[in-house]
């Protein structure tokens, strides 16, 4: 923190926004679950929804739970890069840096 202060007196700051904060791999493996889970989900319903056997062509069960699980496992990268666009923009004109509390991290500031 006092390099980062030093650095803002000297005029030789760069943005630092820490891109896997403390839980990060939680995150990725719950979301990865997640995503799993909303694939699988989506093909039972489907089948649901036009009165066919819930379990019927099983492999489509399997690649909808593997497309949601990789776009789960994905999303926490897409947003921390979205919020280091958010910052540099910010930074860009000469606004404070955003704070967050919570969001997919609970209780981890994010600065």
Do not use: C, W
């Amino acid at each position: 923190r006092d390099l980062v202060d030093d650095a803002n007196r000297r005029g030789t700051a760069t943005l630092e926004v820490d891109a896997a904060p403390t839980g990060q791999s939680t995150m990725g493996l719950f979301s990865t679950l997640t995503g799993m889970s909303l694939g699988f989900g989506l093909q039972m319903y489907s089948n649901a929804v036009r009165r066919l056997p819930l379990a019927r062509e099983p492999y489509l069960h399997v690649g909808f739970a593997v497309m949601g699980g990789y776009i789960g496992y994905q999303y926490p990268k897409v947003e921390a890069a979205l919020y280091q666009d958010v910052a540099a923009m910010r930074k860009e004109k000469n606004l404070s840096s955003p704070e967050r509390v919570g969001g997919n991290t609970f209780g981890v500031r994010l600065e």
